[in-house]
């Protein structure tokens, strides 16, 4: 069913967290915007809250399923998605399945690689404490590369 978001709304809803460091998945109660089956929260695929250093968050949530799907710069950026997804001809009252058909499969394919290309290309979602390592493991890689070229 092709969907219409028309009136975002402040209301709790609960979402699935990922294990992040020496946690645990787990479910927490968050305070967001809401319309239809799509929440946006403040924070990313493992914390609630935005961050004390780093650029701010919004996550996108399909609330049926409890299971965040984007992680963007901006709250604006959250709803466009999700008027995106909403446009896509699926059952969305339904909880997120892997086995999910319907006519507007490929068109929610195609919403879906356009926006984590999005997330992919400004690292949004990148766990904090993994944000750093990777830096360093990059510069590292850069380093070995002009040394084996120079032959040292």
């Known amino acids: 069913m092709v969907l219409t978001l028309k009136e975002w709304h402040r209301q709790p809803f609960a979402v699935y967290l990922f294990a992040n460091g020496g946690q645990t998945r787990r479910a927490e109660v968050v305070s967001g915007m809401v319309c239809g089956p799509f929440g946006i929260y403040p924070g990313s695929f493992y914390q609630t809250g935005h961050s004390t ?7 996108l949530v399909h609330m ?7 992680t963007l710069p901006r709250e604006r ?18 909880a997120w399945a892997p086995g999910l058909t319907g006519p507007g499969l490929e068109d929610l394919k195609a919403v879906f690689r356009r926006w984590r290309s999005f997330g992919v290309r400004r690292s949004w979602g990148t766990p904090p404490e993994t944000a750093p390592l990777d830096r360093l493991r990059s ?11 120079t032959g040292r």
Request: proline fraction near 5%; include cysteine; charge should be negative.
């Open 139 to 149: 510069r590292l890689a850069q380093e070995r590369g002009q040394e084996a070229k």
């Open 53 to 59: 250093t780093g650029p701010k968050e919004w996550t």
């Open 77 to 94: 950026l959250c709803r466009e998605a999700a008027e995106d997804l909403a446009g896509c001809d699926i059952a969305w009252e339904s």
């Open 64 to 70: 049926p399923s409890q299971i965040a799907h984007f």
